[in-house]
């Protein structure tokens, strides 16, 4: 027998169609006759389930190579039915609640700026229909005798029934006795009904009018008046209306999802128009209600599956032709923090271009920069401010696309705070800043080769400012400064020398590509914008040649907030606003060169890390004789206080042009036998060589020692690495970083033949 659970034996239940088993004749072995079309069927090598459970029989599933395992058939993927997990649900339900207290209550000035905003809507409207009284009153005077004929025609009428007249007179025409007698008693009807009405209406007129004419003549032209009122409104014509608007209604459609849908849909972007020919109802969800969010709608809408925000932000000009409004009043945005095809589309009810944005710093007495300088706005027309305490700014744009104007409202939020001592440094000779030289405590303006030392000098003497501030803090007490960086109550003890330092540098690429001044400028800008933070020190950098040369990767890796206008391209983009910002659909190639006059968006681009999510930020204008208010205002404060210092006072500035030649210095401490030495055996011999300029060094730590003469020598092209030594005090022999003495002849000779002195010697 057979193995019963051996399916090669269980021919009974075998799936595929077949005769009997027939012996042969001529005395071979037996052999099966089975159907072709039923072999050529079973070849798929995975039957479907129906398949498989037809021809399971009771027995179970279709017999295969092995035994059977016995069972259920179970569907991994079961379609519908299946139950979602409730705490999923609960937890999406929570995340999507809707606010309790709307997201303009949240914040106080924003909460203020639509309250304002409404208060002096209603105030102008009503200003402008209370003037307009006069006017009112003599159009319902002229109305009033037209209103007396309508209103006495219209009661004669309606007493006598004269609007079914027509009526009769038809069913006469038409020879239809037995319709006119109907209609006829009809009338009578009525007609017995309205008479004592209309006679007490008659009655209680006149016993008005009776009353009104013994009443005082107060009483009498306050009746006259009412009575030309009522009579004006019913004689009002069809096509002139009584009261002028104050506000002319814009002519913008109210945004709708079927307006939505059709401006996505006409984008061309392929995975939209996949997925509405697949299910049009459902390719584009919208989340929430669109609503009105400050002068404009909001639509949070889901993007179809692979369909991203940046796909729409490369087709903004088209979605503003879908949509029939300027291209300054469509912002389409992306919420990353939920996931990349969440759009935010905000269609304002004006062109933000065409937007001057005012700053309150024109009427500010004083300002405080520890709670953020007054920007501008965004494209909701939402105040802006952008945090200076422990931050560093990068400004980045075309030429002409408003890049100084945007330094100039942060360097007059700064001159409004007379603790802030101010250094500005305008590296295109134009003057735009002039108007704050007499609030600096250092300034230069110009493109020669003096104005970009004097620069590179200013980041010199900041450097070692950062590294005595770093020495002064940590020996303040805990209760005083617990957290080890400069507060507002720190920064008023002017004695401590721990006041906010705003140092700006325009057209800061002149300074860093120099020949010359670049290397070192751009090695102390990253030492001061990677310790200087806590320390008070804040840096402001603008550029219109945002590239690795002009702008070196350390300082633009390392800044915290980034103000881009706009840039050529991808690569501009991400420079300014960080790697990877133009594919997450932070692109200010959007942006429209040329001014605003000209339809351009100068003066608009993309803010990072002031907000906790990238936005569109239109900054304020301040033209040159507004800027020469606040600055004069801010003299007087500085007066007040006592804070005036350095250049606005008319001292000769602090240098740090060099008296010593470092690489000279080098080969004067270690003897020509020496050819490997240790940084910090060097570093020891300097301070005695020259202590006034060295001395600081051996205030640091010994690693610290060591990695600032690397730093130092990094400008001039040598670089240093593990050397074998001894200390000079005896010991073991070590590895250490140090320097070759041939690398520092080499480059005394490179250095000096450049400027054609000749080779060292």
């Known amino acids: 027998m057979g193995n019963p659970l051996d399916p090669r034996d269980d021919r ?23 159907h072709l079309d039923a072999i050529r069927a079973g070849r798929h090598p995975y039957p479907s389930a129906a398949d498989t459970i037809e021809h ?23 379609p519908g039915g299946e139950r979602r997990d409730w705490l999923a649900d609960l937890e999406e339900k929570a995340r999507t609640r809707q606010p309790i207290v709307p997201l303009w209550l949240r914040s106080r000035a924003e909460a203020v700026h639509t309250l304002r905003w409404v208060g002096v809507h209603y105030a102008h409207v009503a200003g402008y229909q209370v003037s307009r009284t006069p006017l009112y009153a003599g159009r319902l005077a002229v109305r009033s005798p037209r209103g007396l004929a309508r209103l006495v025609g219209g009661m004669v009428k309606w007493t006598w029934d004269l609007e079914g007249e027509p009526v009769r007179l038809a069913a006469v025409q038409k020879a239809d006795p ?7 008693r009809q009338r009578d009807a009525r007609v017995r009904l309205r008479v004592p009405v209309a006679l007490g209406v008659l009655v209680t007129l006149l016993i008005v009018g009776i009353v009104v004419a013994t009443a005082p003549t107060p009483a009498q032209w306050g009746a006259l008046v009412v009575a030309l009122a009522v009579l004006g409104v019913v004689g009002k014509p069809a096509d002139r209306p009584l009261i002028d608007r104050a506000v002319i209604p814009a002519s913008v459609d109210k945004l709708t999802s079927d307006i939505v849908i059709r401006a996505l849909t006409v984008l061309g972007i392929a995975g939209i128009t996949q997925a509405m020919s697949k299910n049009a109802k459902d390719a584009i969800r919208f989340v929430a209600p669109i609503t009105r969010d400050g002068p404009g709608w909001r639509a949070d809408i889901d993007l179809p599956y692979g369909v991203t925000v940046g796909d729409i932000l490369d087709k903004r000009d088209r979605m503003a032709s ?16 939920v996931h990349e095809g969440r759009l935010i ?36 027309g939402r105040p802006i401010t952008v945090p200076v305490i422990e931050q560093n700014i990068l400004i980045g744009s075309q030429p002409g696309q408003g890049k100084t104007a945007s330094v100039r409202v942060l360097a007059s939020g700064a001159a409004l705070d007379p603790s802030v001592e101010l250094w500005i440094h305008e590296l295109k000779g134009t ?31 900041l450097r070692k400012e950062v590294m005595r501030r770093a020495a002064a803090i940590k020996t303040l007490p805990p209760d005083l400064c617990p957290d080890k960086k400069v507060t507002r109550i720190i920064a008023d003890k002017r004695s401590l020398g721990l006041h906010p330092l705003v140092a700006i540098f325009d057209e800061c690429q002149n300074l860093f590509a120099h020949e010359e001044y670049g290397a070192k400028a751009g090695e102390d800008a990253e030492f001061i ?11 402001v950098l603008a550029t219109q040649r945002p590239d690795k040369r002009s702008l070196p990767t350390g300082i633009s890796a390392n800044v915290t907030i980034r103000f881009c206008l706009r840039v050529a391209g991808q690569l501009e983009n991400d420079m300014i606003l960080g790697t990877s910002s133009y594919q997450n659909g932070i692109r200010a190639t959007l942006f429209v060169p040329g001014p605003p006059d000209k339809g351009g968006d100068a003066g608009t681009g993309y803010l990072v890390g002031a907000t906790p999510m990238p936005k569109v930020v239109k900054s304020a204008y301040l033209d040159t004789p507004a800027t020469q208010k606040i600055a004069d205002r801010a003299n007087a404060l500085r007066q007040a206080a006592g804070t005036l210092s350095g250049h606005a006072l008319g001292e000769t500035p602090l240098t740090t042009a060099p008296t010593h030649d470092l690489l000279a210095d080098i080969l004067a401490v270690v003897a020509p ?48 690495g593990q050397v074998w030594g001894t200390p000079e005090s005896g010991g073991k022999g070590a590895n250490r970083r140090g320097i070759t003495r041939d690398d520092i002849t080499a480059a005394i000779t490179e250095r000096d033949g450049k400027k054609g002195h000749g080779a060292a010697s």
Not at 436 to 441: A, D, P, V
């Open 178 to 184: 037995e319709s006119y007698l109907k209609l006829s």
């Open 56 to 78: 399971a029989g009771p027995a179970g599933p279709p017999p295969a190579d092995g035994p059977v395992l016995q069972g259920n058939i179970v569907r991994v993927d079961q």
């Open 431 to 461: 003057g735009d800043l002039d108007p704050h030289e007499q609030n600096s405590h250092r300034f230069v303006s110009g493109i020669d080769d003096p104005s970009i030392a004097y620069a590179a000098d200013s980041l010199s003497l």
């Open 673 to 720: 036998s020496e050819a490997k030495v240790w940084n910090e055996v060097i570093v020891a011999r300097l301070a005695e060589l020259r202590s006034e300029v060295y001395g600081p060094w051996m205030e640091l730590e010994a690693d610290a020692r060591a990695a600032q003469l690397t730093t130092a020598l990094k400008p001039y092209g040598v670089r240093t």
């Open 322 to 337: 879908a949509l029939r409004r300027p291209l300054g009043s469509i912002w389409p945005e992306g919420d990353s923090t």
């Open 529 to 539: 914008i990677k310790l200087g933070r806590a320390l008070g020190v804040v840096l």
């Open 345 to 380: 589309l905000w269609v304002g009810d004006k062109d933000l271009s065409k937007t001057v944005v005012k700053s309150p710093l024109v009427k500010a007495g004083s300002h405080d920069v520890f709670r953020g300088i007054p920007f501008g706005c965004d494209p909701r």
């Open 12 to 34: 009974t239940e075998h799936p595929i169609d077949r005769t009997d088993a027939m012996e042969d004749t001529t005395g071979g072995k037996g052999a099966d006759v089975v």
